[in-house]
């Protein structure tokens, strides 16, 4: 397994900024879990530490399973007028619901 994950400088500022804020939690976590409209979907947290599992790219921790399904893939950070999000540009999915929050492979 490769650890190919790309992380766009606005995405960083954004979790720069939310951990800062959140001051007691060191990482942002992103996990793909079963579920949505597509078939999986993207989970975004903050966590104090890094499990056996996890990879680690700066400070995001991705767990090996999830990681499978979102290798190769670009973290952003959206911003528009109605909301703000993070978005994963995943190459390995097939569909995904209109809200870009679930996928399928």
């Known amino acids: ?5 790309t992380i766009t ?5 954004k979790i720069g900024n939310l951990l800062e804020k959140e001051n007691i ?3 942002f976590r992103i996990e793909v ?7 999986y979907k993207y989970n975004f947290t903050t ?3 890094k ?10 921790l991705i767990d090996k399973s999830s990681f499978a ?8 950070f959206s911003e528009k007028l109605i909301e703000n999000t993070f978005k994963i540009i ?4 097939t569909s995904s619901c209109g809200c870009g929050s679930s996928f399928a492979i």
Do not use: H, Q, R, Y
């Open 1 to 5: 397994m490769t650890n190919n994950f």
């Open 47 to 49: 966590d104090m530490k």
């Open 90 to 93: 995943n190459p390995k999915a």
């Open 25 to 27: 939690n060191k990482f």
């Open 33 to 39: 879990k079963g579920g949505g409209c597509s078939g």
């Open 9 to 13: 400088d606005k995405a960083k500022k």
């Open 69 to 76: 399904l979102i290798e190769g893939s670009i973290l952003d």
């Open 51 to 60: 499990n056996e599992d996890d990879l680690i790219f700066e400070n995001v």
